[in-house]
């Protein structure tokens, strides 16, 4: 069974940067599609950016395209934010999973979750 561990979050100014990782265990990664999603209060769970390790394919939220990169180092899997606006405010979630294509950017496609990390910028 995977376990999923999310750490970097925190409270930043507009304009900053934060590294988000997730550190992975109990099992190798290696064989699943790996991402971050977001949830603002009251609202379901979005998607934010994916990484297929077959083929090193990286999809991302227009919302987060050029700001956010995701990457992965063995057993951790990374979101560098830049440029972080006060609408990136959410507790974000690393994700672990065998989506198909089609469903890739679905929370609903992926099985393994972290805990949740808040990541909060200021105006």
């Known amino acids: 069974q995977v376990q999923l561990a999310e750490s970097g979050g925190g409270l930043v100014q507009a304009g900053a940067s934060l590294r988000l990782s997730c550190a992975a265990s109990?099992?190798?990664?290696?064989?699943?599609?790996m991402g971050w999603f977001r949830q603002f209060p009251g609202k379901e769970r979005e998607f934010v950016s994916v990484?297929?390790?077959?083929?090193?394919y990286t999809y991302y939220a227009d919302s987060v395209k050029g700001r956010f990169t995701i990457s992965k180092d063995k057993q951790v899997l990374n979101l560098q934010m830049n440029s972080l606006k006060p609408e990136d405010t959410a507790v974000y979630y690393c994700?672990?999973?065998?989506?198909?294509?089609?469903?890739?950017?679905?929370?609903?496609?992926?099985?393994?979750w972290g805990q949740g990390t808040q990541v909060t910028v200021s105006s």
């Open positions: 990484l297929r390790q077959s083929g090193g």
């Open positions: 109990g099992g190798s990664t290696s064989a699943y599609t």
């Open positions: 994700a672990a999973g065998r989506p198909i294509l089609s469903n890739i950017q679905s929370p609903d496609a992926y099985y393994y």
